[in-house]
């Protein structure tokens, strides 16, 4: 069961991570171009939320069932375990909270300079976060 979930986790993240740095890329080239958002935009926008609520579930479920999640919470001194078992954790949760976010401002806002630009901050910064947080070194 660990071993399938960690490897789940591991090699959806490319795709989470592929997705959404996609995302990124279009929305700053229709901000930068200042074309209209269409039906493609909203749908890479939607596969990049997917994507990462899909890696949160997983998340949440190898958290529980991997050495270095929740079961190595008390141990904070150790760097990588800290990394694993709260920071990678919760600062992804925040990340995706974000994406939320801006996924859900998008449908509020009338001109297709707005949505772009909302895709712009709030993917952005997710994805900065996750990338800052990532366990390299378990990885790679
Ligand atoms: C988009 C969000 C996320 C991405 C891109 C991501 C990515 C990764 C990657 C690349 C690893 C290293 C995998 C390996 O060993 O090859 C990892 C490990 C881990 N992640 Fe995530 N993760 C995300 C969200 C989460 C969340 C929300 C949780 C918990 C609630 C979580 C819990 C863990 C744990 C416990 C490990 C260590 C697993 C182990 O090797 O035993 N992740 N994650």
Do not use: C
Request: charged share 15%.
């Amino acid at each position: 069961m660990y071993e399938f979930i960690q490897k789940l986790h591991s090699g959806w993240a490319y795709l989470a991570l592929l997705l959404l740095v996609v995302a990124v890329l279009n929305a700053l080239y229709g901000l930068i171009s200042k074309k209209e958002f269409n039906a493609t935009d909203r749908k890479i926008a939607l596969f990049a939320l997917i994507g990462t609520h899909t890696q949160l579930l997983i998340g949440l479920v190898i958290y529980f069932v991997s050495p270095l999640g929740f079961a190595s919470l008390g141990n904070m001194s150790d760097k990588a375990i800290r990394l694993t078992s709260m920071e990678h954790p919760l600062i992804n949760i925040i990340a995706i909270v974000l994406i939320t976010v801006g996924w859900s401002k998008h449908k509020k806002l009338l001109t297709s300079e707005s949505k772009f630009k909302t895709f712009t901050i709030f993917y952005t910064l997710g994805l900065i976060l996750i990338l800052s947080r990532i366990p390299w070194k378990l990885w790679l």
